[in-house]
């Protein structure tokens, strides 16, 4: 344990890349292979499941330590992070054990999970008196799953490159899966990871293994400089952008895999889509997302699929937009079942999901990852023609002669529940990550809905905002300005969109303006408003205001605007789309 919190350590204290870049190569080459397998797994952003509550690390603790639960809740909140706080206030130990990372995983801290609460306890008490407290920190983090220290899986990815001598895109690839939850990595793991091209043990994408997804780059310049800057339409292929869950959908050896965007193994969440899988040929890699699909299939195919590949241009504009907008439900619904831990026969009959298909990866066990675009998606338009599946649907693509007549057509976006559009070159290969050597793909996104809220409770941050408060929940009016007993009801929590300036401002005003304190969050007198930005919005009864916002963010500060004028929830509602 003691060579990993070195190197956590030294990650932490550096903002500079070059040298987290070299303390990460330094501990490859010098750790054993199991313990930087370990290593590799949570700075990659692996996670196993929870191993102790977090109640019982408190007041273990707080035990330890021989304070009261006041003075503890005092420290915690001073210190801003869980790990921390207890990692400073444990005794000092009376042993030391020498085993490294692999063995502290296998035989200390993964058993630690499903033991009966008093034998986890007795555990923990052993495990501290025998952790250095440099070592405490780490391994605290690594049990409340918090492993955070300024090290993006890219620059993990570099790092077995360098170390391995290899392409960081191949790296990259082997990868994928590597951090699925519950993985026990060994020295054989990261020996495949850096094994040399070709080499047995490195694997190809066989099994269940996914590739790398291709991300896209914003697109944030108005319309009229889209010639000068993209060419022409023609030279672009346009999609919706769904509000879904990015998806690849593996098939190969008669059993299906389907793999997020986060490198989590989802497949048994959608049986539908598993199904659907053997449907298709041996060898067979669908990049796409992941929807709750309301249309009978019928009429869906008739929008989706239809002789032209999938158009929808301005000449069938009306008819595929009011199927699309009867079939493809709102993320709310796609919630539903990703919450779900027991699918019963109600939840697939009334949130059933699809795979909207938008690229083909693998055919016949071949990788088509090099070829052009255009060429992946007629492949991929003739494969689903051939092998028709009820939960597989082709992405329809848009045209337009003009930016101009693009933009038009992207007015209907909100109403057909999408983001926006978007745009891949004819010519691009499929790329690793958000990169430009193989081509483009932009997202062309609509504009955010706007309210301005109320700033109303206030946390601190993590990491190195730890002292700040920067987490936020902000409010509208229950009533208009008329209404005399009107409240200010919450409903978002945003934590982005200021830069360091405003947050050392916002933070100093919520010192001076708290009025009560609830643990780690603080409730201030109101005096600040804030235009938010948000993607999507929904009725939703968990909420006290009976919404729910997607991907909220402090657009711009307020300064301009009092309290009293912020909007109200009849503004909010409006925003809701028709039942």
Request: net charge positive; with cysteine.
């Amino acid at each position: 344990m003691n060579r990993f919190a070195r190197l956590y350590h030294a990650l932490d204290a550096s903002t500079a890349s070059g040298a987290k870049q070299a303390a990460l190569q330094a501990y490859l080459r010098e750790a054993p292979p199991a313990d930087a397998a370990w290593a590799v797994y949570f700075l990659a952003g692996g996670k196993p499941r929870q191993l102790v509550p977090t109640r019982v690390l408190r007041e273990l603790a707080r035990e330890a330590a021989g304070i009261p639960e006041w003075l503890f809740d005092e420290c915690y909140e001073a210190v801003g992070d869980l790990a921390e706080t207890i990692s400073l206030l444990l005794p000092e130990p009376t042993a030391h054990d020498a085993r490294g990372l692999a063995e502290w995983m296998t035989h200390e801290l993964l058993p630690l999970r499903g033991l009966p609460p008093e034998a986890q306890r007795a555990r923990l008490l052993a495990q501290w008196r025998r952790l250095a407290p440099s070592e405490r920190l780490p391994y605290l983090k690594l049990i409340t799953g918090a492993l955070r220290v300024g090290v993006s899986r890219l620059q993990v990815t570099q790092a077995l490159a360098a170390v391995g001598g290899l392409d960081a895109k191949l790296v990259a690839q082997r990868l994928m899966g590597y951090t699925g939850v519950g993985a026990q990595p060994g020295a054989a793991d990261l020996a495949a990871l850096i094994a040399p091209p070709g080499a047995p043990a490195a694997g190809d994408a066989r099994g269940g293994q996914p590739y790398p997804f291709f991300l896209a780059h914003p697109l944030n310049e108005p319309p009229e400089r889209f010639d000068a800057q993209l060419g022409p339409p023609a030279d672009w292929l346009v999609e919706w952008k769904w509000d879904g869950i990015r998806a690849q959908l593996v098939w190969r050896d008669g059993q299906a895999w389907l793999w997020s965007r986060g490198e989590e193994l989802i497949t048994e969440r959608f049986p539908e889509l598993a199904q659907a899988a053997s449907a298709l040929p041996h060898g067979t890699v669908i990049d796409g997302e992941i929807v709750v699909w309301n249309a009978p299939e019928s009429v869906a195919a008739s929008a989706c699929q239809t002789s032209s590949g999938g158009r929808f241009d301005s000449k069938n504009a009306a008819d595929a937009a009011s199927v699309l907008a009867g079939s493809v439900r709102p993320f709310a619904a796609l919630q539903k079942r990703i919450g779900r831990k027991t699918l019963t026969p109600k939840v697939l009959r009334d949130q059933p999901a699809a795979l909207l298909a938008y690229d083909l990866l693998e055919a016949a066990g071949a990788d088509l990852r090099a070829l052009p675009q255009h060429e992946r998606r007629a492949r991929l338009e003739a494969l689903l023609a051939a092998h028709p599946a009820p939960a597989l649907h082709l992405s329809p693509r848009v045209h337009g002669a003009t930016w101009a007549d693009l933009a038009r057509q992207r007015e209907a976006a909100r109403r057909l529940g999408t983001e926006g559009f978007m745009l891949k070159r004819l010519d691009a290969r499929y790329g690793t990550g958000r990169t430009k050597d193989a081509g483009l793909w932009w997202k062309w996104k609509i504009d955010p809905m706007r309210v301005d809220a109320v700033l109303l409770y206030a946390q601190c941050g993590h990491g190195r905002r730890a002292s700040l408060y920067t987490d936020y929940t902000f409010a509208v009016w229950s009533g208009p300005p008329e209404d005399a007993g009107r409240t200010l009801v919450p409903f978002a929590k945003a934590y982005s969109g200021l830069t360091d300036a405003e947050i050392a401002r916002v933070d100093a005003i919520v010192r001076r303006t708290t009025q009560e304190s609830f643990g780690p969050v603080r409730s201030v007198r109101p005096t600040l408003v804030f235009e938010l930005g948000f993607e999507g919005i929904a009725r939703s009864g968990r909420h006290k205001s009976g919404i729910a916002v997607r991907f909220p963010r402090m657009l711009r500060w307020r300064q301009d605007k009092p309290v009293e004028e912020a909007d109200t929830l009849a503004a909010l509602q409006a925003l809701l789309p028709a039942p």
